[in-house]
């Protein structure tokens, strides 16, 4: 039975007129009566009745009317479904994280896509940020947050970099190095013994930067590739490091650990994907995602 026939038997009994039911399919009348025809004919019945007004259907069409209805209706939903998959965006996003879940707005950010891109399917890869920058880079994640000076993305191959917030890193010391550390600067803070990081993390790309552009080498004493053991070192008397600002704050209120404002360098978090994949609609989902959670 083709589908046709059907929507022509609703639009006659709709209409009860050959010609507005040829318009509103956009027929003509001689094509829609043929239609009609080859319809009753195939069913070998005579589903209408002439009367004054034009066609009415019968008691054979009334009897099947509902029927074919209800068959039109659920091919029109099918047809819906169909577009809604085509036009949903969905499949696995890649997404690179770093630090705490709080600090990135994750879950919000997840909670958007939740409600906004049911078809997504996230799957968080957690590393330091020079490692989700490379992994960007090399496509197997397909976005990721990102920390480190202002615009210091670059390098190929290009990316597309959302700033999402600045903050400020602070030199910490340990309790009771007041005069250890009273009125130096870089230079000369560079000799103390100093907890480091692995190339990977931001608090080493910041700080090698800095330290390379004078010419000196820090006298790293540890080295660490977590922010909780690195705290706990600086608590503990070992050395110096850099901090979050928020985090050296609390540090400083609970731990007495000591903040060294005139030694502090501005850093931005940010979220990035490979410059050609910027219009790639799960990364567009996912910088929108970011953006609301960031307001």
Request: hydrophobic fraction near 50%.
């Given at each position: 039975m083709d589908l046709k026939h059907l929507r022509t038997f609703a639009a006659v009994a709709r209409e009860g007129n050959l010609t507005r039911a040829a318009e509103h399919l956009h027929l003509t009348q001689p094509a829609l009566s043929l239609q009609l025809k080859n319809f009753q004919d195939s069913l070998d019945l005579t589903l209408f009745a002439r009367s004054a007004q034009g066609l009415a259907p019968?008691?054979?069409?009334?009897?099947?009317?509902?029927?074919?209805?209800?068959?039109?209706?659920?091919?029109?939903?099918?047809?819906?479904?169909?577009?809604?998959?085509?036009?949903?965006?969905?499949?696995?996003?890649?997404?690179?994280?770093?630090?705490?879940?709080?600090?990135l707005r994750l879950g919000a950010t997840l909670q958007y896509l939740m409600e906004h891109y049911p078809k997504i399917r996230p799957t968080l890869r957690h590393g330091m940020s020079g490692s989700v920058g490379r992994q960007v880079r090399a496509g197997e994640l397909d976005v990721g947050f990102f920390l480190g000076p202002a615009g210091g993305t670059g390098g190929p191959p290009l990316l597309?970099?959302?700033?999402?917030?600045?903050?400020t890193y602070y030199v910490v010391a340990p309790k009771g190095w007041g005069a250890q550390v009273a009125g130096r600067g870089w230079q000369d803070i560079a000799a103390l013994p100093w907890i480091w990081t692995p190339p990977d993390s931001v608090h080493h790309r910041l700080l090698a930067?800095?330290?390379?552009?004078?010419?000196?080498?820090?006298?790293?004493?540890?080295?660490?590739?977590?922010?909780?053991?690195?705290?706990?070192?600086?608590?503990?008397?070992?050395?110096?490091?850099?901090?979050?600002?928020?985090?050296?704050?609390?540090?400083?209120?609970?731990?007495?650990?000591?903040?060294?404002?005139?030694?502090?360098?501005?850093?931005?978090?940010?979220?990035?994907?490979?410059?050609?994949?910027?219009?790639?609609?799960?990364?567009?989902?996912?910088?929108?995602?970011?953006?609301?959670?960031?307001?």
């Open positions: 019968n008691a054979d069409g009334r009897a099947l009317l509902p029927a074919a209805l209800r068959v039109l209706d659920a091919m029109e939903d099918f047809q819906r479904a169909i577009s809604a998959l085509r036009d949903t965006v969905q499949g696995e996003l890649r997404m690179g994280t770093i630090l705490d879940p709080e600090f597309d970099v959302l700033p999402l917030a600045t903050f930067a800095r330290f390379d552009a004078l010419g000196v080498t820090p006298n790293a004493v540890a080295q660490v590739d977590q922010e909780a053991s690195m705290l706990d070192l600086v608590r503990s008397g070992v050395g110096l490091s850099l901090v979050r600002d928020s985090i050296a704050l609390r540090e400083s209120q609970a731990n007495g650990l000591l903040l060294l404002p005139g030694l502090a360098i501005q850093a931005e978090l940010s979220f990035i994907t490979q410059a050609t994949r910027r219009a790639d609609p799960l990364v567009a989902a996912a910088f929108t995602a970011v953006r609301a959670a960031f307001g």
